[in-house]
């Protein structure tokens, strides 16, 4: 890299760390830590979910998606306005009625202290493995610019991102969300303005080389369950936004630490939304460095061109085309996006630790300086838990898919749980656990069909995204079935 590049990159994280580090003496208290003290404005709340949407995921995921295939992942986009209607309807007033920084109270209020229990630890899986991805493609990214091993990079990216979220709590986090999700957008512009002005023969040049090679599909839309169809993939983003909006405690947090009702709709309604076209750019800048490389404009070395490498032709094409000053902001992005999520990771399963095992089943009367020691602890736990899991994703074919089937066989299911207590009004526990005992089973079926069945077993002619799906709604149907078996027979301990 160019040393004006260098200086921009490393101005950028130094300035953001100090920025972040600068909220400690408002983050000192845990109400402070995790809610922020309900004092931030929704315009940065929705920046900053919008952020929480984005992370390094889809900016270097979704170009290398598209980059591989061609615009499948953008229907998962799509699937977004109907979560968000959802949310801002059912799940924000909700939220905002119980009160309490974990999502899972709710959970413990409608079933017992097992389902609040549950739905946290399937949650702190699903962050392990958000955060490991996120870990993987920033030290790929830096990998490519230094060649500096990725181990290393991941293991010092992971504890410096620790440090400032440790500093400033949530406050620090939605604020640094808010900075960087504009840094991002704006790199995201730039590089594809780029791209498509510096095609040989001029932009057209570009949207023929990737109509020629079908990049502008949004996949099959055949009804095999087995392949990422557009049916497949509209389904899983219905269920997998419902569950982000509805159960992950990323984005409950932020509800209640908004400080009305009306702007904390507001707030979860726009930064969804926001994610839609920026999502679309991400595929664009994919399909894009495609056409770039397939038109002579510039060689790939042989390394980049297995299909195992497509989320690092991105960062390659950042550090050999680009004009000396936009490397370096465009560098300063991608780090945001990753910094963002990861540091909102932390800070949300700091709290779940605290709020629903430390006081609720070792110490309910904990002072606040015992508190804060715990979120400090957990947030080092769930790190080192983090960077384990990014060490052992180096040479993945596909961040975004290995992060897509992760996410979907963690998860699970638990959004089929939060469904029954919202429209199942009747208490029925027993119903409740043997719908989430059915939805595990067919978790565990659906994702260890290959391992020990083999290739032509029932389970494997289902796509590992369609895993949550049918998780969240064995465990709804069986726990509405057998509670309206029960109905009328009430045992006490059941209802």
């Known amino acids: 890299m160019n040393t004006i590049d260098l200086i921009i990159f490393f101005v950028y994280l130094i300035g953001i760390t100090i920025f972040g580090g600068s909220f400690y003496r408002k983050s000192k208290t845990s109400s402070g830590f995790t809610l922020g003290n309900r004092s931030i404005p929704s315009w940065a709340i929705a920046m900053s979910i919008f952020a929480t949407f984005v992370s390094s995921i889809s900016y270097l995921g979704l170009p290398g998606n598209a980059y591989l295939s061609n615009w499948n992942a953008f229907v998962f986009s799509l699937s977004l306005p109907i979560a968000a209607i959802v949310a801002v309807t059912i799940f924000v007033p ?16 409608r079933f017992g202290p097992w389902a609040r229990v549950y739905a946290s630890t399937m949650y702190l899986l699903t962050q392990i493995m958000r955060i490991g991805t996120i870990l993987y493609l920033l030290a790929l990214t830096i990998h490519s610019i230094f060649g500096w091993d990725i181990a290393v990079i991941i293991i010092i990216t992971g504890i410096a991102i620790l440090i400032y979220s440790m ?5 620090a986090v939605v ?16 590089c594809a303005g780029y791209i498509l002005f510096n095609m040989p023969e001029g932009p057209g040049q570009m949207f023929e080389i990737a109509s020629e090679n079908n990049k502008f599909s949004l996949g099959s839309f055949g009804l095999d369950l087995s392949k990422s169809t557009f049916w497949v993939v509209m389904i899983y983003g219905i269920f997998i936004n419902l569950q982000n909006y509805g159960i992950d405690q990323n984005y409950v947090q932020r509800y209640i630490a908004s400080r009305t009702d009306r702007e904390a709709k507001r707030s979860a309604f726009s930064g969804g939304m926001l994610y839609i076209p ?24 042989s390394r980049l061109q297995d299909a195992t490498q497509s989320d690092a032709v991105f960062p390659y094409f950042i550090v050999n085309q680009l004009p000396v000053g936009i490397t370096g902001i ?14 909102t990771s932390y800070n949300s399963s700091a709290t779940v630790f605290l709020t629903d095992y430390y006081q609720k089943y070792f110490k309910r009367t904990a002072s606040d300086k015992e508190s804060m020691r715990v979120l400090y602890i957990s947030s080092v736990i769930i790190s080192t838990v983090g960077i384990i899991i990014a060490i052992l994703m180096i040479n993945v074919k596909s961040a975004l898919d290995a992060w897509w089937k992760l996410s979907s066989i963690f998860s699970g299911g638990m959004l089929g749980l939060f469904l029954l207590g919202v429209f199942f009004r009747k208490k029925n526990v027993i119903g409740a656990i043997i719908g989430v005992i059915s939805g595990l089973l067919v978790i565990i079926w659906l994702s260890m069909s290959n391992l020990f069945l083999g290739p032509e077993a029932l389970g494997n002619q289902f796509h590992s995204y369609l895993t949550i799906v049918m998780g969240t709604t064995v465990i709804f149907l069986v726990g509405f079935l057998v509670s309206l078996v029960n109905n009328g027979k009430r045992t006490k301990g059941e209802w």
Do not use: C, H
């Open 94 to 109: 909700l939220y905002r009625k119980v009160n309490s920084p974990s999502a899972y109270t709710y959970l413990e209020q």
């Open 167 to 171: 500093l400033g709590g949530i406050q």
């Open 175 to 190: 604020w640094t969300d808010a900075i960087q999700g504009l840094v991002l957008i704006t790199g995201a512009l730039i």
């Open 278 to 301: 920026v999502s679309l750019l991400f595929l664009f800048i994919g399909t894009a460095l495609f056409a770039f490389y397939n038109s002579g404009a510039a060689e790939l070395p």
């Open 330 to 343: 465009m560098i300063a992005s991608i780090f945001a996006a990753g910094m963002s999520t990861i540091s």
